[in-house]
Every structure is written in C-alpha cells, then in structure tokens.
C-alpha cells in the first residue's frame, strides 16, 4: 500500500472539528446508523473497537487488538490495511479509486471515509456531506492526519446545499434502504452532472445468512438463531436496488465479500468466486446520469 501522502494543504470547508477528548467519549449516539448494526453495550471503549470492526469489514471483537490508541493515525491506517486488503481487495477496483483524477467526487453515508480519502489520494476534488457533526469530525481528522485536503459539508443529505450538475462521481457507502432514501437519490441525480456516475455500496439481503436460515431453517432447532429482523432492515436485493436508481442508466450491480470460513462446510466444495456471486454479503451498483438530462439542465438555466 502506498504510504506516501500529498502535502499540498488546503483550507477545508466544514464546521470546526472536535477535540481527541471528544471522540474518545463516543458511545455511538453520535452514528445512530452504525449503532443499531453494532449492538450494545456502546461504552466509548467499546464503540471504538466495533466501529473499527464495523469500518475495516471485520467482525466485532469483545477486545481489541494492540496499543494503538482509537482515533490515531496509526488506527485509521490499520482500519484501511484491514478493509483494502485480502477479503476485501474488490473494494480499489470496483470503487474506482484510480480512475476519477481531476473530478469532483461527492462522498454520502456512513463510516469514516476510508474509501473517499483514496479518491483524493488520487488527485480527486473530494466533498463529504453528513448529517453528524461528530461523523463529520471523524471524517475530516481522517484525512487531516494523512495531509489530504477536502471539503466537509453538515447538512442533510435529502438537501445537498449543492449546485445542480456540478458534480462528476457520487460515492455512496452504506446506503440504507426506505425513509428518506428516494429523497437522497433525487439529490444525487440533481447534482451530477450528465454523464456522471453514481458508485452506490449497499448490504445484500440474499447473503450467506439468508440461504443458511432458508436451506436450513432445522438449525435453529440446533440453536442456531436466524438473522434478526433489525439486522435485515438495511439490506436490499439487485433488483430494488436498480429500481432505487431507475432514472439512472447503464446500470451494473456486483455482489461481494465473503469469507470462505463464513460458508457452511456443506457448500465451501465450491469455488469462492463462485460462492461470493450467490451469497456475498455486499452490492455495489454503477450507474450513470444520462447525457440527455442535460437538455433539462439548460432548459432550466434559461
């Protein structure tokens, strides 16, 4: 991985970070989204560990690993070597990271930024929009600590304070399906510009959890508990997803991350690749505003 960041600094345009005291008492109120997927208890000590799970696509750990003090530099690079590397590699080439040099790149949803900070490492004009200020400041000392520069924008994101047609990609992590989400996509289909691209990262619902309770829903008799409603709440199939984003063309949706230990012994005969494509628990839809789009724009200019 390369370790070597720019040390161009620019001004970043967002509300004043928050201290390192003030992220150590995060008990995850402040990420109601990756709360409700991380049960409790949230004690600050805790959040930390299974927000770092939760970010570098581990599963949650009662105690973690190291020294490392949460929030660090050292943290959030251990967190990206953990989540760009082995089960989750797809991540750089599906998501583009080298491919949007000169673009202006929106960044929406939930984590720490670890996928968008990789757009700018890559020379892109990144702009983060979160509803939480205390994610928002989690952002933005994530890309402090690295030298990379960006603009971190509180607000809504059902009410981007955006100009229409001025953005070239969206990326979007962790998209939660229902509520206000429409709303959100009308947002991203306004501010791209024709032509641009949407990258949306979404958990599947026809995951390995799904086909294990529904293959073998005996086990649960054996105490094996199905998945939860609640944690089957943010999760969606190929083909909402593709309606979600029905004004939007050329449409491709990927499915990946699975471990093979993951698997019941009864399928792990088959290939991972084959595997991943069946029950992987992540989509990742593609997508492009049409180029038609930009007959309205000028229509609406005049």
Not at 74 to 102: A, C, D, M, T, V
Not at 105 to 119: I, K, P, R, S, V
Not at 267 to 282: A, D
Request: net charge positive.
């Amino acid at each position: 991985m390369d370790e070597s960041y720019p040390r161009d600094r620019h001004e970043i345009a967002a509300p004043a970070g928050l201290a390192v005291k003030d992220f150590l008492s995060m008990t995850g109120a402040e990420f109601p989204q990756e709360a409700a997927i991380l049960p409790g208890p949230h004690s600050p000590g805790e959040f930390a560990q299974k927000l770092y799970a939760y970010e570098s696509l581990n599963p949650p750990v009662l105690h973690y690993e190291g020294e490392v003090e949460p929030y660090s530099l050292q943290w959030f690079l251990n967190i990206e070597s953990q989540r760009h590397s082995r089960h989750g590699r797809w991540i750089p080439r599906l998501l583009e990271f080298s491919k949007h040099s000169g673009e202006t790149l929106l960044g929406l949803g939930n984590g720490l930024g670890t996928d968008w900070l990789q757009y700018a490492r890559n020379n892109a004009d990144v702009i983060v929009c979160s509803p939480s200020t205390s994610q928002l400041g989690l952002i933005r000392r994530n890309f402090e600590l690295r030298g990379l520069s960006g603009r971190f924008i509180h607000a809504q994101p059902t009410c981007l304070p955006l100009e229409t047609a001025s953005i070239d990609v969206v990326c979007i992590s962790s998209l939660v399906p229902g509520g206000e989400t429409e709303a959100m996509v009308d947002q991203v289909y306004r501010v791209l510009k024709p032509g641009g691209k949407v990258l949306a990262v979404t958990r599947a619902l026809y995951d390995v959890d799904f086909w294990f309770s529904t293959l073998f829903f005996w086990a649960r008799w054996l105490g094996y508990p199905p998945p939860s409603k609640a944690s089957r709440v943010s999760c969606t199939t190929a083909r909402r997803l593709k309606r979600l984003f029905g004004r939007f063309i050329e449409h491709r949706i990927h499915k990946r991350q699975l471990r093979r230990s993951e698997v019941p012994h009864i399928w792990r005969f088959l290939p991972l690749p084959v595997l991943v494509r069946l029950m992987g628990r992540i989509l990742v839809l593609k997508a492009f505003k049409p180029l038609s789009a930009a007959i309205n724009v000028q229509a609406v200019a005049a």
